[in-house]
């Protein structure tokens, strides 16, 4: 099986909420498509509850494009501790701390309806908690968010 990026981080060595750059591809014509680890809780000491984090994903979907131009995906984490963001491009770290920062005090601020929740728009649209998602974000403003390096589980 083809190895994955992931699950080579020494998830026991990080502190969450955090930005960390998880990696860089280039496409046959030479761009580049950068990957990011965007953690609101710490790994393994709790998890975002689906309806919370189904709701983060809408409200960050659309506020990370506000802040950060060419963003190709907003995707949960199914460990439901963060959010992975994809660019073209190579913004640096703290560019994309300052943007999830900026995100972040939109969700905790998001007081209107939440956006594509229809039958139409959304695979689960019953399944979702504005005023959890809207914790969250308070949450890890309030711890404060930081650039994480890498640490490379010691195989
Ligand atoms: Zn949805």
Do not use: W
């Amino acid at each position: 099986m083809a190895n994955v990026e992931s699950f080579d981080l020494d998830h026991t060595k990080v502190h969450a909420p955090y930005v960390r750059l998880a990696g860089v591809k280039r496409t046959p014509r030479g761009d580049a498509i950068s990957k990011y680890d965007l953690r609101l809780l710490q790994p393994n000491q709790g998890a975002i509850e689906p309806a919370a984090l189904h709701t983060l994903e809408h409200l960050l979907a659309g506020y990370l494009r506000d802040h950060l131009d060419s963003v190709v995906d907003v995707s949960p984490m199914g460990c439901r501790t963060g959010i992975y963001l994809a660019v073209i491009g190579e913004p640096n770290e703290q560019e994309v701390l300052q943007a999830f920062g900026a995100s972040l005090r939109d969700t905790a601020a998001h007081d209107r309806p939440i956006p594509g929740v229809s039958e139409l728009e959304c695979g689960n649209y019953r399944d979702h908690d504005l005023a959890a998602a809207r914790q969250h974000a308070r949450e890890a403003l309030d711890q404060g968010l930081k650039v994480q390096e890498t640490v490379l589980l010691q195989r």
